[in-house]
């Protein structure tokens, strides 16, 4: 079980709460939602067959498990209402009381969800749906055989065909090895240095970059020519950082790209 995982971004969204007050509330969500998601992911490896499969580019998100999942998501729910901020605390509460045919008919749509838009949910619902669903698209993707290398630059997931969260620079060499990972099965896939994560566009003059003094291995990468931005953490500067709870605290980044013009290529948990 891959569950070690689990504990390792718990622990680094508390040290990154404690260190940093502006981003606390947030990163405290997180922690109990992430204990909730170490939860289903076991409640997952213990029902499904745990052979590696082999599958087609994109084509995780097959025929969706309701029958294993739906008992574990009115607890999910209730737990969303209960430490969420009030928005998404209103959207759980109305959701957990629509009753077991509409949460079907939320996750279908929420798994089904070209470009991870799905059709019939507001944002709150959405969300809800999308941390539910993490877990369960994480194990599938950790008993899926690595992909062959993709050609070209991919934008999405060559595993589910999401979008991604953040980016990663790890080391290689005298710099860093760019990668992407995807904002509902955690897979990384490697990606161009200075390409537009959402449009494709090569020209650094129309790439601009951004990093704030609070979290300085973290950094806003932006596009003028479709006015999208990713923030990527770097690695090669803190060798600690979790990429999916460090962009969580990354707040003073995902204003300053806000008051830019700029949007997210997919928003987090946070609703930025």
């Known amino acids: 079980m891959k569950a070690g995982k689990w504990e390792i971004r718990r622990r680094r969204a508390s040290e990154l709460a404690a260190a940093h007050p502006f981003a606390a509330q947030g990163l405290r969500f997180y922690e109990r939602v992430a204990g909730f998601q ?16 082999e ?7 097959g025929p969706l498990d309701l029958p294993m999942l739906l008992p574990w998501f009115p607890s999910f729910v209730a737990l969303i209402e209960t430490v969420a901020p009030p928005p998404l605390a209103r959207s759980a509460r109305d959701l957990g009381a629509a009753g077991a045919a509409r949460w079907q008919a939320a996750l279908d749509a929420a798994w089904s969800a070209a470009a991870d838009e ?5 944002t709150g619902e959405a969300l809800i749906c999308w941390a539910f669903l993490q877990p369960y698209a994480e194990y599938l993707a950790d008993r899926t055989l690595p992909p062959p290398p993709a050609t070209g630059t991919p934008r ?10 953040a ?17 509902l099965c955690a897979h990384e896939w490697e990606y161009r240095r200075i390409v537009c994560a959402a449009c494709g566009e090569e020209n650094v003059d129309k790439l601009p970059v951004y990093v704030a003094a609070e979290l300085p291995h973290i950094r806003v990468e932006a596009c003028d020519t479709c006015r999208r ?27 300053w790209a806000e008051e830019s013009g ?3 290529i997919r928003a987090n948990w946070l609703g930025i």
């Open 262 to 264: 700029y949007t997210k």
């Open 55 to 61: 599958r087609s580019p994109g084509s995780l998100r």
């Open 229 to 255: 931005y990713l923030k990527t953490v770097d690695l090669t500067k803190d060798g600690h950082a979790v990429p999916v709870v460090d962009e969580l605290a990354a707040i003073p980044l995902s204003l």
């Open 118 to 122: 799905p059709e019939g949910l507001d």
């Open 156 to 165: 999405l997931c060559p595993l589910c065909s999401a979008k991604p969260l």
């Open 167 to 183: 980016g990663v620079l790890r080391p290689q060499g005298d710099g860093g090895k760019r990668t992407l990972v995807c904002s």
């Open 38 to 53: 170490q939860s289903l992911y076991a409640g997952v490896e213990a029902h499904l067959d745990a052979a590696v499969e």
